[in-house]
């Protein structure tokens, strides 16, 4: 790890060694986007009604806010079920609450979520935050630029109204002319999680991921 940290490059960490790999730390493409102001708006909705609200905040990207009661069960079943349907590609979901009690160093939601109020009624499980991706934008997005992007097992939107565990999304990216090319590389969980743990741009994640893979394309290193 010092080694990594004085140097940006290491084999010796998560086993890369092993598979000839090496992970290389660089700066990003250009400064974060973060919708967490978007976040706090929608919160703020959903108290006023006092029920659950949604919002596309970008192009393949919701965001539901719920505060809930029994009342409720139904009607967030019914605003899934209408996401789907607004999804070109297969939904992906985060339920961003269950990010709380995950030591994976992510952004803290103490500073995210804004009001005090809603702070708590997150950490007490009484308000309830759920990130949608359809995937058919990442798909376009990496289409664009010559890139495939092949979805790993994992499970995605019958998780959400289900009960399974819905944020182990395994993502490779390959050329989409040469998909057995030195230049595929993987996606890290940690990395992808952050469009639901941290409320990170959709838009901007996937330009950092096509920034990355020409980089990778580049230099010969296989995980962004």
Not at 22 to 49: F, M, Q, W
Not at 67 to 74: A, I, K, L, T
Request: charged fraction near 20%; hydrophobic fraction near 40%.
């Amino acid at each position: 790890m010092v080694d990594y940290l004085s140097t940006d490059r290491t084999k010796r960490l998560y086993n890369l060694d092993l598979h000839g790999q090496e992970a290389v730390r660089t700066s990003a493409h250009g400064p974060e986007k973060d919708l967490t102001s978007e976040l706090n708006k929608l919160i703020s909705s959903a108290y006023d009604c006092s029920g659950t609200v949604f919002e596309q905040v970008e192009a393949g990207l919701f965001y539901i806010v719920s505060r809930p009661n029994d009342n409720d069960v139904g009607a967030n079943i019914d605003i899934l079920k209408e996401i789907t349907t607004l999804c070109t590609g297969r939904p992906y979901g985060f339920f961003v609450n269950q990010f709380k009690h995950a030591n994976t160093g992510f952004f803290p939601f103490t500073l995210s979520i804004t009001q005090p109020q809603a702070l708590w009624d997150f950490c007490a499980g009484n308000l309830l935050i759920t990130v949608v991706v359809d995937t058919h934008i990442i798909n376009q997005k990496f289409g664009e630029s010559g890139i495939a992007a092949i979805f790993g097992a994992s499970e995605f939107m019958e998780s959400v109204v289900g009960s399974e565990n819905i944020e182990e999304l395994e993502l490779t990216l390959c050329s989409i002319s040469e998909p057995e090319a030195h230049s595929q590389i993987g996606v890290s969980r940690h990395l992808f999680g952050r469009i639901g743990a941290e409320f990170l741009s959709l838009d901007w994640l996937l330009d950092e991921l096509v920034f990355r893979y020409r980089r990778a394309e580049r230099d010969g290193t296989e995980n962004p």
